[in-house]
Nanobody, 121 residues
Framework: HVQLVESGGGLVQAGGSLRLSCAAS????????MGWYRQAPGKQRELVGT???????NYADAVKGRFTISRDNAKNTMFLQMNSLKPEDTAVYYC???????????????WGQGTLVTVSS
């Protein structure tokens, strides 16, 4: 059993900043890749960015230069620092682990429950 819990969402004015966290818990070996996705009202879920265990990041064009993903491997936690927020960044933000090996040797994909970010104009 592996669980991802996001926190840090809320309401912010355009141009402001927010920092999201995603904490992984459960019985598993090390997590390789973690990612952030978002889903705006009436739209499909889209990739925001990913980070490897070694800290290599990849970002969607829409957030490059404004968002930064980091992680603390010792605490199995990932962060999303969002700066210069725009109203179009309004969405539910989800944490994702595409593959994690549990201690019972099951390979799982795991999603968090999501946290709402609202950017007002």
């Amino acid at each position: 059993h592996v669980q991802l819990v996001e926190s840090g969402g809320g309401l912010v004015q355009a141009g402001g900043s927010l920092r999201l966290s995603c904490a992984a818990s459960g019985s598993f070996f090390s997590i390789s890749v973690m990612g952030w996705y978002r889903q705006a009202p009436g739209k499909q879920r889209e990739l925001v960015g990913t980070i490897t265990r070694d800290g290599i990041t990849n970002y969607a064009d829409a957030v490059k230069g404004r968002f930064t993903i980091s992680r603390d491997n010792a605490k199995n936690t990932m962060f999303l620092q969002m700066n210069s927020l725009k109203p179009e960044d309004t969405a539910v933000y989800y944490c994702n682990v595409p593959a994690v090996l549990t201690t019972t040797f099951r390979n799982l994909e795991v999603w968090g429950q999501g946290t709402l970010v609202t950017v007002s104009s």
